[in-house]
């Protein structure tokens, strides 16, 4: 029994072993460490990147498809008629909107999440010792920039929302809600921080230098800052931002052709998102073509152009041809959204998802320079409609009374901007009537818009809902007036 | 302290000291008090020659010379050493043989050396007076016959020589032979059912001994509690036994199916009736606030042990990411026949000794073990059907049609004209469908063989066996869930009976492709008027007007899953005493278990044309679960003053290791592909690894006077890879106590009728650390998501936060006190146990909700609440008649559980603001004051928090003012037994008293809980809605569509604020009948056999309760546990 013996001693002795070390284990195999993540230029890229892929590869993204920021305004305003039976899409499409929409949660979720993100990235970028000075900027200015990206819907989406900056959830978790100047005040200042720290080249995922307009640059910033601006009814700096894009020379030209406008080689193009990975086409391109009647049971490809906006075409308009898709069923045509052509039969890449082009700049210059007073003449506000309307195969407008180079502008707007990231739905909501200052164009044109659509409207519906769940879980949420 | 101290250089031949100095710094573990006292060991190294100097010195100083020069340690006990003599010792280089013999020369003492190891022990004097005796008697050899009263052979019983190692058991016909024993010896007659008796031999040779058949378990039975056994009457501590008699009777294929009802203070509910199929366990309530959530572990989960091997408990499929997928339990691959007992463990008492892993309770598995004796072969046949035991009663045809054009009707201007009416415009409105019966009505069979061989000599004992079920479904498919078993145990005592070794090793392999579609919610839901699910030509039928709209659940089932399980488990228990009653014992196991599943789609589970959700794909999962331990443990008993004193010290090292790796291809361009994701357009692939490491310090002291005042002391110390650096370690501990008040002389004079009481309390304190690991550690990590394979953006890899870390996250603990009474009356007839037990959960490891503005949904993290939970568990057996033919007997379980929060700091400016209410249980529901339905307008109205009825449009959430509790007020089981000479015949009832749901939401509430569209509904809903104006009910008017919906009831109102869906769920189930005839012996004898049974046996046989749905346990749209009755024949031979 001696061998048994000495086996119970080493055995039984082992039990002091108990110790520290055998429970201590290192990252999971599978997962990156935070300090391995921001000690290098090439990894903590790939955490801004990350928001790109998100915006370009999900399902619930804010950027494109049925979940998106441009097709859930599209139909809250006038621009889409939906044969959807998806009761939330409904709801918003008929105005009538409560406050437990998840597709109103989704696109909020989606937004903070990514400015979740963007705020890690500033902070992994500030204690980390390991990047270069050149990354170091470029992924503050992306992360800054990205921030006031979202921001900039969420306040005009929801009004008053909670202004979180860094990633501490416990502070965050019981924020208040700003109020819709501080968020503003936040905007300008990312964005100007953005202008400082980005450059006027274009990067690749990889920060090499390419022609490819993925991840925003310097003119990015001023873009999103120029249209703040114009937001704000801060005119003059609204004009001075725009300027700097449309003079900046041969690097951003409106495409004389309207079909290369969404292509990956758009000159127009300010900042474009790329479709992720390996797959060739955009989500918007699935989500609007047709290939029959419109679904009823999906929201994906149940959308039309509303009989208003498919009407608003000038009859010589080129954009009509260029960016309307049209199919015949029987006896019936519909006409749909047709910017983007690549659906999921494409082979190659060849359009990427358009977020800034040139063109809006021309139509910010336009109302900044009207709004000021600048109507006709050289440096004017038709001068710059004029370079859209002969892009588009139309003739110069003669217009010369405020009133009507106004409505001229906002038609541009809506005909050149449709179901592209909202504009229609903001431009509604921010624009005083041209007739009477104490009325927003929303409450001219959306009681017509919202009967079409079957529903009604009233003045509370112009903000939407802050998020049901959102409220039950952050004790110090209020919520928009109208959905209590 | 020496252990501690000593033990190090034997620990480090060539290890980093630095570590170990400090973790042995760390170790400050108050267990190894308890063995300090009565036991030392010493070691140190490196000489093989002694130089040394004394004068007059204690021995245990020369010990401690020597072992310091040489690295040879000494065990001994410190008792010993207070009759020795003082050494004085004068060696140059000097062998330490040499040394130790001038050490003990004159020293009551002897010693061993073992390796490096000297074993120090009491000298055997032999007494002159005892030596000089006459030569004792030659040995006789000795064989009898044994039998019970009633004159029947009683096999298996144990005969032992009293004071001796030598014993034997009887064979089936209840002969036993002892050889070369003293003719003046005392035998010992004992086993699990019998009462012990002893008798002397007086130099006979043959002899015939009656036993009585033992009336009740409470006194002889031994309770496993993991790390030592007790007898139950002897325990400090609240444990439910089922035994394998119990678990026999029931046609089940996972051992937790058992359980249910089975035992005071377990909770166990079958998920689905789907062959495989998860449980749900809870022991003494719900203890934590989080739920079982990918992330959070499986917080309420008890821990699951096979003999001392920790299961997996938790479903083997966890990280499939499609859709419908059930879960799975590993526990399926275990054949109940190879379970000997099922322990499972409640108070701190019983659990302290688990740490952290006890908190939510203990349930322990014991394998059979092979019996000494004739070889025996035995053979278990059965066969048998399964079905729904209970229909839902839903609408038929006529009534659904009523239903539908009332609420048309009440739409007023129809909606969407041609979207909500189709049913009445392009469905076949004289052609009903009774979807029951089509979807889930069929007959499932089920076919069970098991084999197995057992015997060996006292010394090699060892038993094999090998089983085999199958199962069928309810479902229109011919999908089967097969499994094989095989077990072998095999246990060795060396002939001088120090040396006890026993392995195990079972495997279980199963095969499950059973559907992953449930179709229970449509055979629920589907409107009884519909289109046929087939062409003529056999292939799907669609509703070709509205694509994409409707489901053919036939169709479904063309999603095929195959899941395959194995789980090995291996495990060796070593056991040697070293002197008298100090045995060391070492436990090592190994448990893995392998799950690989296909989830296969092809182009006919779609509705052709509905392009875009077209997606043929392959979805296979992989996963590994691998698990070792080992356990050194040291236990010594003695006679320390007016009792005895055991003690137990011991260490747990576990590591879990789970890897898991999933492939899923799509976009195959035809259905023959899809078998290889090779050939799939697109592929994403994805792993998991996980590590999980354990490591603790654990003892026992238990000290009992005479049998009547016991105190057993438990304490842990645990360390957990799942918490950050410097929140590793926690310290648990628990003391039990037990007063046997029937072995008072004024209880033994006086109350005659009481022959067995005792009272007994505990209090201690477990933790828990169930919760996802890697939860303190900010990682980052790729997502693939669907349309961005694989992850990169502009030609590089993105990468993504993966959680919101909490590097302060720390042990829970729940605080367990236990006070019971247990009494055994009129020869133990009748014997009773009532249990009082309060369970208090703080410092909660919590899924906090967070607002999406944090950027995630929650974060786990300790919360200030705790959370309590009371109960009251009462058992009852009787023997109600006792004839030598005929007997009934009766037992009874009742659980009163309660379940509270006790406080919870800063409640209302938490995110828990609306989920919780101090005061009431975790379930409560707060609910909308409902006003009733309006008598003109069909429509609910509500009040608001001020008690004024308002338009329901403007509730908020903090208008609900009125409280639900859905949960279990009590729960529990009777159990009656008869037997008339061969015929057996057990009727088991399970009694739920519950508030739940009264219908399914999901299944019967398309939006927002209303009815009336179109989707069947039940009967009770139909008949007590609102019809027309002047009704008095508190069920709306029927609605068509969203916005008529949304005007009767607002979308605020969640169906689970609206107090109208919760019911009275209560249920009593006949939930076992199992009948038995064991053939008379002589017929038996004469086929050469040694038993031979015939039974029948029913599962789930009715079930009686107000419940809408189809099962009120399982309240959900999973299939019902299945009523199973079979058939079948079991020999022995």
């Given amino acids: 029994m001696k061998k048994y013996s000495i086996i119970y001693i080493i055995s039984l002795l082992t039990f002091a072993s108990s110790c520290k070390k055998f429970v201590e284990i290192g990252a999971p195999a599978t997962s990156v460490s935070a300090e391995n993540v921001f000690n290098n230029d090439i990894n903590a890229t790939s955490a801004v990147s990350y928001i790109y892929y998100d915006l370009m590869a999900n399902n619930f993204s804010v950027a494109q498809s049925s979940n998106s920021i441009g097709a859930l305004s599209a139909i809250a305003a006038d621009e889409l008629k939906t044969y959807t039976t998806g009761i939330y899409q409904l709801l918003i499409y008929r105005n009538q909107l409560l406050k437990d929409n998840t597709a109103v949660s989704n696109l909020w979720a989606s937004a903070y999440k990514n400015i979740y993100r963007a705020n890690t990235v500033l902070e992994g970028v500030a204690a980390s010792a390991g990047i270069s000075s050149a990354t170091r900027n470029q992924l503050n200015g992306e992360a800054k920039f990205l921030r006031a990206f979202f921001y900039s819907y969420l306040v005009n989406l929801y009004g008053k929302v909670p202004l979180v900056l860094s990633s501490d959830y416990k502070q965050n978790a019981t924020a208040a809600r700003a109020a819709v100047a501080d968020v503003y005040r936040q905007i300008v200042a990312d964005l100007k921080e953005a202008q400082g720290l980005l450059t006027d080249g274009y990067l690749s995922g990889a920060n090499t230098t390419t022609t490819s307009r993925i991840r925003p640059n310097k003119a990015a910033a001023t873009a999103l800052l120029a249209r703040v601006y114009l937001y704000l009814g801060d005119w003059a700096n609204a004009e001075a931002q725009a300027s700097t894009i449309i003079n900046a020379g041969p690097t951003y030209i409106l495409e004389p052709s309207l079909t290369n406008v969404f292509k990956t080689t758009s000159k127009e193009a300010i900042w474009q998102l790329q479709p992720a990975a390996t797959v060739p086409y955009t989500l918007d391109g699935v989500f609007y073509i047709l290939t029959t009647t419109p679904t009823s049971g999906f929201f994906d490809r149940s959308n039309v152009l509303s009989t208003d906006l498919f009407n608003a075409f000038e009859a010589a308009d080129n954009r009509k041809a260029a960016w309307v898709g049209s199919i015949t069923v029987g006896a019936n045509t519909y006409y749909f959204p047709g910017k983007y052509k690549s659906t999921t039969t494409a082979t190659s890449l060849t359009e990427n998802l358009m977020v800034l082009r040139l063109a809006e700049q021309f139509l910010i210059r336009a109302e900044a320079r009207a709004m000021q007073g600048k109507l006709t003449g050289a440096g004017s506000a038709v001068e710059d409609v004029n370079a859209i309307r002969l892009r588009a195969g139309l003739g110069v407008t003669t217009l010369t009374a405020p009133v009507d180079i106004m409505t001229a502008i906002e038609k541009e707007r809506r005909i050149e901007l449709f179901t592209e990231w909202g504009h229609r739905w903001f431009d509604l909501k921010r624009m005083k009537s041209f007739t009477n200052a104490s009325l927003t164009r929303a409450d001219e044109v959306m009681p017509a818009a919202a009967a079409a659509k079957g529903g009604a409207w009233a003045a509370y519906c112009a903000l939407w809902p802050i998020p049901l769940t959102e409220m039950a879980s952050d004790p110090n949420l209020d919520q928009n007036s109208g959905y209590n | ?1133």
């Fill in chain 2, 1 to 1133: 302290m020496h252990l501690k101290a000593l033990c190090k250089p034997l620990l480090l031949p060539n290890a980093n000291r630095g570590i170990l100095t400090k973790t042995l710094l760390i170790m400050k573990f108050t267990a190894i008090l308890l063995l300090a006292a009565a036991l030392q060991v010493s070691a140190k190294s490196y000489s093989q020659q002694i130089t040394l100097s004394v004068k007059d010195v204690p021995l245990e100083q020369v010990f401690k010379a020597i072992q310091s020069q040489t690295g040879y340690s000494f065990v001994y006990n410190n008792r010993l050493m207070k009759g020795t003599k003082n050494v004085s010792l004068q060696v140059d280089k000097t062998s330490i043989e040499e040394v130790l013999q001038i050490c003990f020369k004159s020293q009551p003492l002897t010693y061993t050396v073992i390796d490096k190891t000297i074993v120090v022990k009491p000298r055997e004097v032999i007494k002159p007076d005892e030596a000089a005796v006459a030569p004792a008697p030659p040995p006789i050899d000795v064989s009898g016959k044994i039998v019970n009263e009633k004159g029947e052979p009683a096999a298996g019983v144990s005969v032992s020589v009293k004071g001796t190692n030598k014993a034997t058991a009887t064979d089936a016909g209840g002969n036993f032979l002892l050889s070369g024993i003293d003719s003046k010896a005392v035998l010992v007659i004992s086993g699990a059912n019998i009462e012990t008796l002893e008798t002397s031999i007086n130099g006979r040779t043959t002899l015939d001994v009656t036993v009585r058949q033992k009336l009740s378990e409470l006194t002889e039975v031994v309770v496993n509690k993991g790390y030592y056994t007790e007898s139950k009457a002897l325990s400090t501590g609240s444990i439910g036994t089922v035994t394998a008699k119990t678990i026999q009777q029931q046609p089940v294929s996972n051992p937790l199916a058992a359980l249910v009802g089975r035992i005071a203070g377990l909770d166990v509910t079958q998920q689905s009736g789907v062959a495989g199929a998860n449980f749900t366990i809870r022991i003494r309530g719900t203890n934590s606030v989080r739920g079982n959530l990918a992330n959070s572990g499986n917080a309420n989960d008890p821990l699951v042990l096979v003999d001392g091997i920790p299961f997996l408990s938790s479903p083997t499929n966890v990280n499939t990411t499609g859709n419908g997928i059930r879960s799975l339990s590993p526990l399926n691959a275990l054949d109940p026949s190879d379970i000997q007992s099922i322990e499972v463990l409640k108070d701190a008492d019983a659990t302290a000794i688990y740490g952290s892993r006890g908190s939510n309770g203990i349930i322990l598995i014991t394998t059979k073990r092979g019996r000494a004796g004739k070889t025996q072969f035995n053979m278990n046949l059965s066969s048998g059907i399964g079905g729904i035991a209970r229909k839902a009663d839903v609408l038929n045809g006529p009534e659904y049609l009523a239903m539908r054009h009332q609420a048309i009707k009440n739409a007023g201007t129809p909606y969407n004209a041609g979207i909500y009416d189709f049913d009445l415009n392009q469905f076949d409105t004289t052609t009903f469908y009774d979807w029951q019966k089509i979807l889930i009505g069929g007959t499932a069979r089920y076919n069970n063989a098991q084999l197995s061989l057992s015997g060996g000599t006292e010394n090699n004992r060892f038993t094999a066996s090998l089983g085999y079920l199958k199962q069928t479904s309810v479902y229109p498919t011919s999908a089967a869930d097969q499994r094989v078993n095989t077990q072998l145990a095999f246990d060795h005592t060396s002939s001088d009976k120090r040396f006890k070794a026993n392995l195990t090793m079972t495997m279980g392999v199963e095969n499950n492709n059973m559907p992953t579609e449930d179709l229970v919610d449509w055979a629920l839901t589907l409107p009884p008027v519909y289109f046929p699910l087939k062409n003529d030509n056999g292939s799907y039928k669609w509703f070709a007007p509205f694509p994409g709209l409707f489901v053919n659940p036939l169709a479904r089932l063309t999603r095929t899953s195959d899941s395959k399980t194995s789980v090995l488990t291996a495990n060796g228990v070593f056991g040697y005493d070293i002197i008298e009653s100090l045995t060391v014992k070492t436990l090592v196991g190994y448990n893995r278990t392998d799950y690989t599943g296909v989830t296969l789609v092809p182009s006919t589970y779609y509705e052709p044309g509905t392009v875009g959700t077209f997606i043929r794909s392959n979805n296979t999962l992989n996963t590994n679960n691998n698990t070792w331990n080992m356990e050194p443990q040291i236990s010594y008993t003695r006679i320390l003053g007016p009792g005895s004193i055991s003690a137990l010290l011991g260490a747990t090292f576990q590591q879990t290791v789970q890897n898991a790796y999933g492939i899923y291809a799509y976009n195959f361009s035809n259905d023959n592909l899809i078998g290889n994701p090779a050939n799939a357009p697109l592929v994403q692939a994805g792993t998991t690894n996980l590590v999980y490491k354990y490591n603790a310090l654990f003892g026992r002291l238990n000290y009992n006077i005479a049998d009547k005042y016991i105190l057993n002391l438990t304490a842990r110390r645990d360390g957990s890879s799942r918490f950050g650096p410097g929140k590793q370690f926690g310290n648990f501990g628990a003391a039990g106590a037990a007063w046997i008040f029937s072995e008072e002389k004024f209880v033994k004079q006086h109350l005659r009728f009481l022959n067995f009481g005792k009272l007994r309390a505990s209090y201690g304190v477990t933790g828990n650390d169930q919760i996802g690991d890697y939860n303190y550690l900010t990682t980052y990590y790729a997502t693939s998501l669907p349309y961005g394979t694989p992850p990169s953006y502009g030609g590089n890899g993105v990468l993504n936060p993966e959680r919101l870390a909490n590097p302060d996250l720390a042990w829970e603990t729940n605080k367990k006190l236990d006070l019971a009474l247990e009494l055994g009356l009129f020869k133990n007839r009748v014997s009773v146990s009532a249990t009082w037990f309060r369970n208090r959960t703080s410092n909660q490891l919590v899924n906090y909700p967070l607002p999406a503005i944090t950027g995630f949904s929650s974060i786990l993290l300790n919360s200030p609440a705790v959370v309590q939970n009371t109960g009251i568990e009462l058992e009852l057996s009787t023997v109600n008649i006792k004839t030598t033919a005929f007997s009934w007997s009766t037992s009874t379980n009742l659980t009163i559980p309660r379940n509270k929060l006790v406080s919870f700091d800063n409640l209302a400016s938490s995110p828990y603001a609306t989920a919780y209410v101090v005061g009431q249980p975790l379930t409560v529901q707060t609910v909308f004051d409902f006003a009733g339905v309006d008598p003109k307008t069909g429509a609910n109205t509500w009040r608001n928090a001020a008690g004024t009825i308002v338009p329901a449009k403007t509730l908020t959430l903090t208008d609900r003012a009125k409280y639900v509790n859905a949960g279990k007020e009590f729960y529990g089981g009777i159990n009656n037994n008869f037997t008339w000479k061969g015929l057996s015949l057990d009727i088991f009832l399970q009694f739920v008293k519950q508030v739940g749901r009264s219908t399914n939401v999901s299944a019967f509430q398309p939006f927002i809980g209303t009815w009336g569209w179109i989707v069947n509904e039940p009967t009770k809903l139909y008949e007590r809605s609102w019809k027309q104006s002047g009704d008095i009910t508190n069920y709306h008017a029927f609605v068509s569509d969203p916005l008529q919906s949304t005007a009767v009831t607002p979308s605020v109102i969640n169906s689970s604020y609206d107090p109208n869906y919760y019911a009275d769920n209560s249920f009593i189930r006949i939930k076992n009948i199992a009948l038995s005839y064991t053939l008379p012996q002589p017929w038996v004898q004469k086929a050469r056999m040694q038993n031979l049974r015939i039974y029948m046996q029913a599962q789930n046989l009715f079930t009686f309760s107000n419940y809408m749905g189809l099962d009120p346990e399982n309240q959900s749209t999973s299939l019902p546990p299945l009523r199973i009755i079979t058939a079948g024949i079991q020999a022995t031979f």
